[in-house]
């Protein structure tokens, strides 16, 4: 029979090995869902209202990185299942002194127009690339396109892009005088955003779709329904920033984006629209003045795109910081396609009452 010193350690040895496999597992379990989370998939909270009706604040969505060929990480030195920051504290979750050139999977195609995709936002020049924070919006202008919108209507070359139901803008609603309007007859019609103009005139800015448009000009209390149209440039707002151009939400473009080794003319007009992405993303020394561009020092009359870039816009088109603000989405800040909403606070007051497994179209 053994003696009591020697049950001890035998239990004291049995926690040992106890503990040491509870580590092991909890490390593996934490490789494994980091590498799904990296090269696999991965969720996402919708923080703004810039893509509804498509997807609403607070929604929770799947984003499949594989569809695009999933892209390695850039700072492989941080804490797993982090993005920025540890958790309740201030300092980065990251460290930058050893960062691995951009490469994707060789599998997978490239974003398709129409695609909701989430990206790093391209403006975030605190953190390096995989750390900037993340958009979601739907890509509308691929490598290569001229894009243009007219009166809301936005073309690629001289071809119209269909407007899905999910598309919403500001419209301005006058309603009758004596009329009650409040959100729990606005919400019967899908309405989630807007306010009262005027109290007088009974008169509200709200953001509908067209079908919303539609169906809410049928309610017997609406005088006029008259969507809102902007029509004042904007230059210091708009994107390429710049009074050359004057372009607004409504009325932007012609704006050619750019493809991987195609070479344009530069002038002095047109750089304006690149100088960003020639100075940020491509990391060139970009110098222009009256009658001459330098690129690195040597005075050019064209210019050699290295990369792909995207054009992205928010389907809420009144109420969106997308590429009509900040310009182009560079191809190595794609994380993945947007395909399913996987539960969603607000689907429930729309009419479908749907919260769970939705496919994002």
Avoid at 41 to 57: P, Q
Avoid at 288 to 293: F, K, R
Wanted: aromatic fraction near 12%; charged fraction near 25%; include cysteine.
């Amino acid at each position: 029979m053994a003696s009591p010193n020697k049950r001890k350690l035998v239990r004291r040895r049995l926690r040992y090995v106890s503990f040491k496999e509870w580590v092991k597992a909890i490390i593996i379990a934490l490789l494994f869902i980091g590498g799904v989370k990296a090269f696999v998939v991965d969720f996402f909270t919708v923080y703004s209202s810039s893509m509804e009706k498509t997807l609403l604040e607070g929604d929770v969505v799947l984003v499949e990185k594989l569809s695009y060929g999933a892209r390695l990480p850039i700072t492989p030195l941080s804490i797993p299942l982090t993005h920025q920051y540890i958790p309740k504290t201030n300092k980065k979750s990251f460290s930058t002194l050893f960062k691995l050139p951009y490469w994707r999977l060789p599998i997978g195609s490239k974003p398709e127009r129409g695609d909701v995709i989430l990206f790093n936002y391209p403006r975030d020049s605190e953190f390096p690339i995989d750390h900037k924070k993340h958009f979601v919006k739907r890509c509308l202008g691929l490598p290569g396109d001229t894009l243009s919108i007219l009166n809301k209507q936005v073309f690629i070359g001289d071809i119209p892009l269909t407007f899905t139901d999910n598309i919403m803008f500001e419209c301005k609603v006058e309603f009758k005088k004596d009329a009650e309007v409040n959100w729990e007859m606005l919400k019967s019609y899908d309405v989630n955003s807007g306010g009262k103009l005027n109290e007088r005139k009974n008169t509200w800015l709200l953001t509908l779709s067209m079908q919303m448009a539609d169906s809410l000009r049928e309610n017997k209390d609406v005088k006029r329904l008259e969507p809102v149209q902007k029509e004042d440039p904007d230059p210091e707002v708009i994107f390429p920033h710049h009074d050359l151009n004057y372009w607004n939400l409504d009325f932007y473009g012609p704006l050619y984006i750019p493809k991987q080794g195609d070479t344009i003319a530069l002038t002095y007009n047109n750089v304006q629209n690149y100088k960003q992405l020639i100075s940020d993303y491509e990391n060139k020394e970009l110098i222009v003045t009256d009658t001459l561009i330098y690129i690195n020092g040597q005075q050019e009359d064209n210019y050699v795109f290295e990369n792909n870039y995207y054009f992205v816009l928010g389907d809420n088109r009144h109420n969106s910081s997308d590429s009509r603000y900040w310009g182009f989405v560079p191809e190595n800040h794609i994380v993945g396609k947007v395909k399913y909403v996987l539960f969603s606070h607000g689907n429930a007051i729309n009419k479908d009452n749907s919260r769970f497994l939705k496919k994002v179209k």
